[in-house]
Nanobody, 118 residues
Framework: QVQLVESGGGLVQPGGSLRLSCAAS????????MSWYRQAPGKERELVAT??????????NYADSVKGRFTISRDNAKNTVFLQMNSLKSEDTAVYYC?????????WGQGTQVTVSS
């Protein structure tokens, strides 16, 4: 059974850091393109960061709004993808979702709330 479980969200002050985790089961993350999305209240879901398959080089891409602050990574041994978020801003407040994609086959996690507020 395929499952993605996000964790690591919470309340943090502006300028702080959080590390989100996306633990996968039922498939191998290194063979899927893995992404983090986020959705703020009243807004559409947006792509935050992507890491390609190991076979494709494990290349990473980021939304302009998070470049230089967020880092996506993958731990193949733990079958887990991470999103390290530094220098957090209030506009980063959203529910963050993990997505796995291979060709047309995609899976979503349930999301984890990140709130940046003083």
């Amino acid at each position: 059974q395929v499952q993605l479980v996000e964790s690591g969200g919470g309340l943090v002050q502006p300028g702080g850091s959080l590390r989100l985790s996306c633990a996968a089961s039922g498939f191998t993350v290194r063979t899927y393109t893995m992404s983090w999305y986020r959705q703020a209240p009243g807004k559409e879901r947006e792509l935050v960061a992507t890491i390609t398959t190991a076979g494709a080089g494990g290349n990473t891409n980021y939304a302009d709004s998070v470049k230089g602050r967020f880092t996506i990574s993958r731990d193949n041994a733990k079958n887990t993808v991470f999103l390290q978020m530094n220098s957090l801003k209030s506009e980063d407040t959203a529910v963050y979702y993990c997505k796995a994609l291979r060709y047309t086959l995609g899976y979503w996690g349930q999301g984890t709330q990140v709130t940046v507020s003083s």
